[in-house]
């Protein structure tokens, strides 16, 4: 009986945890944050690929973005290796690779 009981709370506890960290605010801000961070990176993708060569600066008057959101995408694409950059003087130049 013992055995059945705690089965039973080690259950509810895992229903709990898995419904508050589901739905609570902070984690649906993450996904929030995080799909916008991508679909910026997909943007700037798409606008690379078009136009070639980009700064920084440019990519955020062009797409009308923030420099945060400019920032995270550009450092995610970084990160998969999908873009180089080059930093001359006080601009930094981005390209797909």
């Known amino acids: 009986m013992f055995i059945f009981w705690t ?10 945890r898995s419904f508050f960290f589901e ?14 961070i991508g679909e910026a990176a997909g943007r700037i993708w798409e ?24 920032n995270a995408a550009i450092g995610w694409l970084a990160r998969e290796e999908k873009v180089e950059l080059t930093k001359k003087g006080n601009s930094v130049s981005v390209a797909l690779k």
């Open 23 to 36: 739905n609570n605010s902070i984690t649906r801000s993450i996904k929030v944050l995080t799909n916008n």
């Open 7 to 16: 089965c039973i709370l080690r259950i509810n506890f895992l229903l709990l």
């Open 47 to 70: 606008h690379l690929d078009v136009e070639g060569n980009s700064t920084v600066a440019k990519l955020r008057k062009e797409l009308d973005l923030d420099a945060f959101s400019v």
